[in-house]
């Protein structure tokens, strides 16, 4: 199936006619008179661009829940024991169920960072959905286990070039206080010469900032910034613990920011996002779920409610982060840092899109339908979701989701005995 | 329909029957043998108690959405500019509308606080729900409308003794800056000599909490305490502005306080609920989602979330406002206030619950059931509704749903008119 024409569907204020054809939006406009292999009648519905949850750990869907209300470092610590234990299959299933849950919730492109990324490649390209997938540094300050992650990125970068063309190769950097010094600059001169993107961790914590004040007399921001490792090759997931020339290099230096609302509060990890300054200064803004393990879903709409009432909640003023710019945050921009031509409803556009049913209280009245997407509803209302021009869910059905949660619940079986209290 | 057996259901980390008689949990066991009007199979379900919100304006249902992302008292003004219009039939279907998503998002009992008390007891008791509903005093310091408001009150009461059983009448004060020192008085007294609860917005704002300094010298809990208006029969809604002594005075009264994380957040009124120490105090703290037209909507289980997540953000401690407290201010804390035998699977209790569907990705793995219909799920997990021991929602679906829908958005046509940019 490879042309679809969604008639009279509410779309930007208006009703329009959306024809889709070879993975991209071909024509928006007025009574389209196509012949499409499939025919969307809009009634009722609206049309939106699929979501960029700009930073998670997709597999560890299978620790969701696992240790809840603990502190970050006794949360980390409980996680790894278990991760330790991860086998292919599990990976396999918990990447399935995890874009399972993004679909379901209208996410149709997520950047990743876990292990096993030949076999997460392979799970995403079967569920129909688009992401870059980051091979991981994390080396604690071994030097073999430095060199293993440098070779090993070299394989796998050139492994990724079979991938599907829907997914992209990054280079995961997991954090400053986990990679050495050599490797955070490698990792960033290896994603600039070959024009890919790096994904940190950065300023997640006050612990992390104090720590690098105290071992380096730079911030976390600043530290990258003296190893040339900060640039519009970066992701850098967090930023919750910033000072004003941090601010101020992350925007010059053309930096992609990802705010994790519900993670950093349900670690306690920091509440005040610097977005107005982040954005003022030209930083390049967008929102992710992270993983299961923390935050403990993969709904991106749900985090993109959460950003915007917290972000008018600590700053005592209701007009901060307005509808229209936390839609973008969880659309166009996290498009813009892939380098896609995506999250919008735009003639020449990916045709990644979600339809929205509006026969639901939560989009009655319908005054303003992108503030009910928002305030009023959840990701229950997202109907059919539509990546690369394909149908990855109809009417709330993904193929092959009972497969999914059964043999996710079977890997967990296996992982349980693992566990300790 | 009077009786239900619901079999092998999960309920509180066992499989258990539960048979419901007349209105209340009859029976809980192992292989139950009852005739039951109606069986229904637990399997891959869970059932919990229906939840309290215990303070909202449900026919503001019809004004969601219509002014966001502006300051409170903007936004107050244009709410109050479109109330002046709104007729009985609005009231009828706004109410209806408002029970429709509550019912959808699992809560089975609300305390209100809005105008045309005896259409919405007529539309709460088709609808099947339980509730309280407020009289509402606000007279603005004028003496007609103050008086108006008692002799109103008195009437109302008489009224509301030939509402359903399942409705309670209770005072409501709307607050400090908009009813006159005797009416406060009045309220109370009138609240107490008849044995019903007295619901009341409380320190909502740092304006309302520095303007009751300088006008009385005393925060709004001490003032309010001055009059002798501070017991067990308040249910103060918000106390986002309190200091040590104003703590100490609502746990010493026994007052029920209720948080609204949510609206407090988006009108950026205050983010700091002192929840650890207002339950150390000896408040009893509950939850609410407030009305549609700052919130945007009535999904308590959102609410839930959200008040744990802000709790454990704005102090920096993951371990603040763990699972089973926030299920019990969602729940029993609030049947309490209510005095009702209610918001828990218990022998004897009120057979008000919902039904969970553990089938989807959000309760996969399931290594913390709570934890998962907490942190993970949304409402859109909420299966089936009992309320006094009757099904008012199965599968999903609430009997007159579309007509709900499409009288509201009726009815909401005509009050469009009204609005001003």
């Known amino acids: 199936m490879n042309t679809i024409l969604i008639k009279n569907i509410y779309c930007e204020n208006k009703r329009k006619d959306v024809f889709i054809k070879d993975g991209k939006i071909d024509k928006i406009g ?23 949850n700009m930073h998670t750990h997709a597999a560890m869907s299978l620790l969701r829940g696992y240790k809840d209300d603990v502190k970050l470092f006794d949360w980390l610590n409980a996680i790894w024991e278990i991760e330790d234990h991860l086998e292919e299959e599990d990976m396999y299933w918990g990447t399935k169920l995890a874009c399972l849950e993004m679909i379901k919730s209208g996410t149709t492109c997520f950047l990743d960072q876990y292990w096993m990324i030949n076999t997460s490649a392979q799970a995403i390209k079967e569920m129909g959905m688009r992401a870059c997938l980051s091979y991981t540094f994390m080396d604690a300050g071994n030097k073999e286990k430095a060199e293993f992650n440098r070779k ?27 990679v050495c010094e050599e490797n955070l600059k490698f990792t960033h001169d290896f994603a600039r010469a070959n024009n890919i993107l790096e994904h940190i961790h950065v300023a997640e914590t006050e612990v992390e900032y104090n720590e690098s004040i105290k071992k380096y007399g730079l911030s976390p921001v600043q530290y990258l910034d003296s190893l040339g490792a900060l640039s519009d090759s970066v992701v850098a ?9 941090d601010i101020k290099l992350l925007g010059e230096r053309g930096v992609t920011v990802t705010h994790n609302p519900n993670s950093n509060l349900k670690l306690g990890s920091g ?64 498009a813009k840092a892939l380098h896609l031509n995506g999250g919008k409803i735009e003639e020449g556009a990916l045709a990644d899109l979600c339809i929205i049913d509006l026969n639901s209280s ?25 990546c690369d021009g ?25 992982l349980w005995k693992y566990k300790k209290n």
């Open 30 to 52: 007025d009574s389209l008179d196509f012949n499409a292999d499939k025919i969307i009648d809009g009634k009722n519905k609206a049309i939106i661009p699929g979501f960029y």
């Open 152 to 178: 090993t990125c070299e394989k796998a970068f050139e492994d990724s070039k079979k991938w599907d063309s829907r997914i992209q190769f990054a280079v995961g950097t997991h954090s400053i206080y986990t």
């Open 237 to 245: 997931a967090h930023c919750v613990w910033l000072n004003e020339k």
């Open 271 to 334: 509440y005040r996002f610097l977005y107005n300054e982040l954005k003022a200064a030209g930083a390049n803004v967008t929102i992710g779920t992270d993983g299961c393990g923390s935050s403990n879903n993969l709904d991106l709409l749900e985090a993109m409610k959460t950003a915007s009432l917290l972000q008018k909640g600590w700053r005592g003023d209701a007009t901060a982060l307005p509808i229209n710019e936390i839609l973008n945050i969880g659309t166009v921009n996290g």
């Open 362 to 386: 939560r989009f009655v009245p319908n005054y303003n339908f992108e503030s009910n997407l928002i305030y009023s509803a959840n990701s229950s209302c997202i109907e059919t979701v539509i």
């Open 390 to 414: 394909k149908i990855i869910m109809e009417d709330r059905q993904v193929p092959g989701e009972q497969e999914i949660i059964d043999n996710s619940r079977r890997v967990v079986d296996k």
